[in-house]
Nanobody, 121 residues
Framework: QVQLVESGGGLVQAGDSLRLSCAVS????????TGWFRQAPGKEREFVAS??????SIYYADVVQGRFTFSRVNTTLYLQMNSLKPEDTAIYYC????????????????WGQGTQFTVSS
């Protein structure tokens, strides 16, 4: 079983930066993948970024490419978000799953509880 616990939400202004964290516990195999999703008010949950636990490509959604950086230090995931926009307002979820291939994490098996942040204009 894998557990994911996010932290780092809050209220920021447009143009600010914010970093989200996600503590990962449980068994991480060679096919383990982690990433971030978000769900804005009234919208479906969408992919933000992901990577295989053992390294490889880091995938980003087009809308965050160049502004967000996904990283991992030991068992903690980070999502560094710069140049924030009001449309980045959402509940952000840490997610994990498995894949034999180095591809974006599109279907997650495990989810964190989510952390909310709001970007004011």
């Amino acid at each position: 079983q894998v557990q994911l616990v996010e932290s780092g939400g809050g209220l920021v202004q447009a143009g600010d930066s914010l970093r989200l964290s996600c503590a990962v516990s449980g068994r991480a195999t060679s096919t383990f993948m982690t990433g971030w999703f978000r769900q804005a008010p009234g919208k479906e949950r969408e992919f933000v970024a992901s990577s295989k636990w053992t390294g490889g490509s880091i995938y980003y959604a087009d809308v965050v490419q160049g502004r967000f950086t996904f990283s991992r230090v030991n068992t903690t995931l980070y999502l560094q978000m710069n140049s924030l926009k009001p449309e980045d307002t959402a509940i952000y979820y840490c997610a994990a799953g498995y894949s034999d291939y180095d591809v974006p994490l599109r279907v997650a098996t495990f989810w964190g509880q989510g952390t909310q942040f709001t970007v004011s204009s």
